[in-house]
Structures are given as C-alpha cells and as structure tokens.
C-alpha cells in the first residue's frame, strides 16, 4: 500500500479524549500492563485474570481484549466458556499473539477473533486497530449511532438511483453527485459499525442495490481498519459505490434471473464493466482512477478475469482493494440463482483462488469480514 498510505501516528496523539470501556482478560495481569498503559489512551480498562472475566458484559463495554497463552488448552477452554453469553458474541474480540509469526491465530480465530495483535507491541498499530474496531460508547449514544447508520444508508441509496436508474434513462450522472455522499457513509461506519449497515441495509434493499450498498460497507470498514487516512478513505468509497454502474445498462430480466444464466446471458453480464466505463467516460468528470475501478473490477492477478485480462503488476491498489470486497459481497448475498455462502466458507473460498487475488490483501481483510455477521 503505497498510495493508500496509513494514518500518521501524529493524527491518533490528537483524538479526544475517550469513553471507550474495554475489558482486557488475561492469565497473566503482571504481563498484560504494558498493553493496559497502551489502551488507557483510547479508553477505560479493567483488567480482569481470566477466572474473572463476568459471565455477562455490562452494557456499556465497547470490546474485549484477551491476552492469554493460547497454547494452554486450559486457558482456551476457560476463555471459551467464560464467553459463551450471546452477549459477547456481538462484541469485538481483539486476540493478543505472542509473536509476529502468528503463532496461535487458529485458536484465536476459533475463539471468535474479530481481530489480532502480535508481540512485540506496537503502541501506534494497536491503536489504530482499536479505534477501527471498537465503538466509541461515550462520544456516540446508541440512537446517535442508528441514526449516523440511516443517514449513510439513505445517502448511498440516493445516488444509487441516480446511478442505476435515471443515469442509463438519461439523466446525466456527475462525480459531485457521489462525492456529496461520501461524508455520511464513512460517518455511519465510524460511529455506528458494518454489522448495523448490512442489517440495515439487508431490511430495505434488494439486488444490484443491496450488492452496492453492502460492498459500500465493507470497503469503508476495510479502510478504516487499515487506517488508511481520510483522502484514500473517500477515495475507496467512491469507487465502491461506483463499480458495478454498468449494471444499470444490463436488463434486470437477466440480472435478477431465477436460475441458472446461459451463456449469451453470462457473456452480457460480463459486459457490465466495459459499459460502465464507457458511460462514465462519456459523461466526462470522473477521474481515471474511478474509470480504472469501474472497467478493472473484475481483473485477476493471473489473468483470467475479464474483460482485459490485465496481469498483478496491471492492477492498481484501489481496484484489488475493491475486488475482494466485491467477491466477498457476491459470496456472502442470496442471489435469484442460489443461497448466500456462510461467512467462513465465502472466505475461505477466496482463500482457494491463490493467486487469482492478493492474499495478503485478502488476510488483512479478515478481520473486517470475520467482525460483520
Ligand atoms: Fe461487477
Ligand atoms: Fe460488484
């Protein structure tokens, strides 16, 4: 990530103070102070020996942060059943490795892990993690948040309609009009969260516009993750909302079909991007970034996506970025032609594409898929 640059360390030294409560559990306290110091500064901690951890969580805890030797199976299991109430099962968890080489990510994972950090401890990345991850309970109050979440929704929406259905009818579509919405959508994940998004939007919308919405989630929760800072953050957002606009030159009998497509259906779907491009391109005003992401969405790193079989080394940051959102969006949604793929499997099936996708990539996205349902 080079031009997607991260958040400069000077940025997190200036943030208000927080009313964040975070439960930091560990088998082993005297260990854990340094990473308590580290979190006082994005919020309260109570650090609890694991024997400790309260069956249920109090109400106004942001996440749990668990530092325990996770080759212990003793320590394993007491974690796991410490954490059994469903109410933690809709809190962040942020697991503690004991080293870079990731040691013990599976039984974090398998301790439904949102998130890890590995020792040596790096003050500015944990931060960052837990300002992403975990809400702000004191800055925002609960409605405060489901209303920053509808706003983002509906102005997303808003220019889906222009996107989807008065752009292809004639009305022109300009890049003001998606540059206008992107304040509220990266609002509603900061200070709501991804899961409220889908939820909310998975109530409202159907199709193309539900698959828009939600990769439109999930490319702003992966920016926030990675830290990216607010530039490249609007960056992404725009080209989430955009990417699939030549969809809306597609006709909806072939878009929404019941079973399966045949393949002059399949080669006029696949057309999509190319079209949208074009439109865009003729329309004029949209930088060519935002072209490159709308035309390249649907590349793979080895060359057998379409429609330019572009090559790694063709694809720009921003559109793999945007491809894996897209394909973990298409796995995880009920589509006319089959059900929606499990959150674990969708992942691990992008996982099996190898090369096809930026591992790497796809790996730093976990956290943000695994935290989402
Ligand atoms: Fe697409
Ligand atoms: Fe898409």
Not at 119 to 126: H, N, Q, S
Not at 309 to 334: G, M
Request: aromatic residues 6%; hydrophobic residues 40%.
């Amino acid at each position: 990530m080079t031009a997607l640059a991260k958040e400069s360390s000077s940025a997190l030294a200036e943030e208000a103070p927080s009313k964040r409560r975070l439960l930091l559990a560990s088998d082993r306290p005297d260990r854990s102070d340094e990473l308590a110091d580290i979190l006082q500064a994005v919020g309260e901690v109570d650090t609890v020996a694991t024997l400790d951890i309260p069956e249920r969580p109090s109400r106004d805890l942001s996440g749990i942060i668990v530092d325990i030797n996770l080759r212990s199976p003793e320590s394993v299991q007491r974690v796991r059943n410490k954490l059994r109430h469903q109410a933690y099962g809709s809190m962040p968890r942020l697991f503690v490795l004991a080293d870079a080489l990731h040691h013990g990510t599976m039984q974090a994972w398998a301790l439904g892990a949102t998130d890890t950090i590995s020792r040596p401890l790096d003050r500015d990345a944990i931060l960052r993690r837990i300002r992403a991850a975990f809400p702000d309970t004191g800055a925002y109050d609960a409605s405060e948040r489901g209303k920053a979440v509808n706003c983002g929704v509906e102005a997303a929406h808003a220019v889906l309609v222009k996107m989807l259905d008065k752009f292809p009818a004639g009305t022109p579509l300009s890049f003001d009009d998606v540059v206008a919405v992107e304040n509220h959508v990266i609002k509603a994940i900061k200070h709501g969260s991804l899961r409220q998004w889908l939820t909310t939007v998975a109530c409202h919308h159907v199709g193309t516009y539900r698959h828009c919405l939600f990769a439109t989630g999930y490319a702003v929760a992966f920016a926030q993750h990675l830290g990216m800072r607010d530039d490249d953050q609007r960056r992404l957002t725009r080209a989430a909302l955009l990417h699939d606009v030549g969809k809306a030159f597609i006709p909806l009998e072939i878009l929404d079909k019941t079973g399966k497509l045949t393949d002059a259906e399949m080669q006029e779907i696949r057309q999509h991007p190319r079209r949208g491009y074009e439109a865009l391109a003729d329309q004029g005003g949209f930088p060519p970034e935002m072209l490159d992401v709308v035309l390249h969405h649907h590349e793979l790193l080895d060359g057998s996506g379409y429609p330019n079989h572009l090559k790694a080394n063709q694809i720009s940051d921003i559109v793999r970025l945007t491809t894996v959102v897209d394909i973990y969006t298409a796995l995880i949604e009920t589509r006319s032609y089959r059900a929606p793929f499990t959150h674990l499997r969708a992942f691990s099936m992008m996982e099996a594409m190898g090369g096809k996708l930026d591992q790497p990539l796809l790996q730093a996205f976990r956290p943000v898929a695994m935290g989402s349902f």
